[in-house]
Protein backbone atom coordinates (compact mmCIF):
# COMPACT_ATOMS: atom_id res chain seq x y z
CA UNK A 1 0.00 0.00 0.00
CA UNK A 2 1.64 3.36 -0.78
CA UNK A 3 2.13 5.51 1.97
CA UNK A 4 2.88 9.22 1.73
CA UNK A 5 4.37 11.55 5.13
CA UNK A 6 1.36 13.55 6.47
CA UNK A 7 2.43 17.38 5.32
CA UNK A 8 1.23 18.61 8.96
CA UNK A 9 1.86 16.19 11.40
CA UNK A 10 4.97 14.33 9.43
CA UNK A 11 3.06 11.38 10.42
CA UNK A 12 3.03 8.33 7.74
CA UNK A 13 -0.83 8.24 5.68
CA UNK A 14 -1.59 5.30 4.01
CA UNK A 15 -3.19 5.86 0.61
CA UNK A 16 -5.69 3.21 -0.29
CA UNK A 17 -4.85 1.70 -3.45
CA UNK A 18 -8.17 2.18 -5.28
CA UNK A 19 -7.89 5.93 -4.37
CA UNK A 20 -7.36 8.53 -7.39
CA UNK A 21 -5.81 11.93 -7.12
CA UNK A 22 -8.05 14.40 -6.12
CA UNK A 23 -9.37 12.27 -3.21
CA UNK A 24 -9.62 13.27 0.50
CA UNK A 25 -8.51 11.60 3.41
CA UNK A 26 -8.79 12.58 6.64
CA UNK A 27 -6.15 12.19 8.63
CA UNK A 28 -5.74 11.13 12.69
CA UNK A 29 -4.37 14.76 12.74
CA UNK A 30 -7.85 16.38 11.83
CA UNK A 31 -6.60 17.74 8.40
CA UNK A 32 -8.18 17.01 5.38
CA UNK A 33 -5.18 15.70 2.62
CA UNK A 34 -6.13 15.47 -1.10
CA UNK A 35 -4.33 12.93 -2.71
CA UNK A 36 -2.02 14.22 -5.57
CA UNK A 37 0.61 12.55 -8.26
CA UNK A 38 4.00 13.42 -7.61
CA UNK A 39 6.36 13.81 -11.00
CA UNK A 40 7.48 10.45 -10.46
CA UNK A 41 3.67 9.35 -11.04
CA UNK A 42 3.07 8.10 -7.58
CA UNK A 43 0.52 9.08 -5.19
CA UNK A 44 0.92 11.31 -2.43
CA UNK A 45 -1.14 14.11 -0.67
CA UNK A 46 -1.11 17.31 0.02
CA UNK A 47 -3.40 19.56 2.34
CA UNK A 48 -6.52 20.31 0.88
CA UNK A 49 -7.73 23.77 0.47
CA UNK A 50 -3.91 25.44 0.25
CA UNK A 51 -1.97 25.76 3.41
CA UNK A 52 -1.11 29.27 3.01
CA UNK A 53 -4.97 30.45 2.78
CA UNK A 54 -7.41 31.31 5.58
CA UNK A 55 -9.76 28.44 6.60
CA UNK A 56 -12.56 30.32 7.29
CA UNK A 57 -15.53 30.58 4.76
ZN1 LIG B 1 -1.50 14.36 9.98
Redesign the pocket.
Known sequence: MPAAK?P????E?EIPEDYMPGELIE?????V?EVVKNGNGLLTVRVFGGVEEDWGE
Open positions: CVCGLVHSCGVL
